[in-house]
């Protein structure tokens, strides 16, 4: 009897090591993924286990139950291996969300949470691909700053960085779920927009110019500062590029900004800009 006894306290003992790397895996997934949601409910599977092995010690110490050695042994066994899974899953779960980070902060803007020039030549190249595959429509959005170089001058470059995040959450506000924003380069982002004829991103664009030029900055000073940005907007040509088409976009911003800035205009597929 006492060895059995000895037996199931190992095997809780185990279990109670498998709950912990349980809890330590709950910890690096998000709250919304549903894979926690799966870890949680092993989690209280795993308690379960531990409360019927406690009940087994008490009922056998009470000789409500007789003492199987081979039942003992196959908890204890239970426990081990329960133990050596969750281990297991844990490095994975801990190699995946790892990997995952790499892979985000490669292509993520730190400053702004957009996705950054590196992710831009992959990105454009399969929407691209996709476009002439499937004979959709696909349209950029190119938008810059107004006067930026002023703000850094003026209020220093934390303001700056302030106003880059304050830009770059109003444009993730106005775009579609599919869009994808990109941080161009200093003040520029772009918008990827598929399904997108040049209409339809100059809307886009014109929802985003009004958005920024309507809501001001609240600086740390109390001051109130007020940005507005110029837009660019051009469509993948027929048998087009995706090069091809930015620089269309870029000649269009170009030509907003001479236009006097805080305003879109658009490169048709004949060449020309026409402005908004």
């Not at 056998?60 to 297991?88: H, S």
């Not at 990109?182 to 985003?208: H, K, Q, S």
């Not at 040509?237 to 006097?260: E, F, N, P, V, W």
Request: charged letters at 20%; proline letters at 2%; a negative charge.
């Amino acid at each position: 009897m006492y060895v059995d006894d000895v037996m199931l306290a190992v095997g809780i003992a185990l279990l109670a090591a498998a709950l912990l790397t349980v809890r330590s895996i709950i910890g690096l997934l998000s709250k919304s993924s549903s894979l926690r949601r799966q870890w949680l409910w092993l989690g209280g599977i795993i308690a379960l286990f531990i409360v019927s092995y406690v009940g087994l010690i008490v009922l056998w110490e009470e000789r409500a139950l007789v003492a199987n050695d081979l039942v003992a042994v196959v908890l204890l066994v239970a426990g081990g291996f329960t133990l050596a899974v969750t281990r297991l899953s844990f490095v994975t779960t801990n190699d995946v969300v790892r990997i995952a980070k790499l892979e985000r902060d490669a292509n993520e803007d730190p400053l702004t949470g957009t996705y950054n020039r590196r992710y831009l030549d992959n990105k454009l190249a399969e929407e691209v691909n996709r476009a002439n595959r499937l004979n959709v429509p696909l349209s950029a959005v190119l938008i810059d700053l107004d006067h930026f170089k002023h703000v850094n001058d003026t209020y220093g470059h934390d303001v700056g960085d302030m106003v880059l995040r304050h830009v770059s959450s109003l444009i993730i506000a106005s775009v579609r779920p599919n869009d994808t924003v990109i941080r161009y380069g200093g003040e520029e982002f772009v918008v990827l927009a598929p399904n997108c004829d040049t209409d339809a991103a100059a809307n886009l664009g014109e929802r985003m110019r009004m958005r920024i030029a309507e809501s001001t900055l609240s600086l740390p000073g109390g001051q109130d500062l007020a940005v507005t940005a110029s837009l660019g907007v051009s469509s993948l040509a027929i048998s087009g590029t995706g090069d091809t088409m930015l620089r269309a976009a870029d000649q269009a911003l170009y030509s907003a900004k001479r236009s006097g800035r805080n305003r879109l205009c658009t490169a048709p597929a004949d060449g020309a800009t026409a402005g908004t």
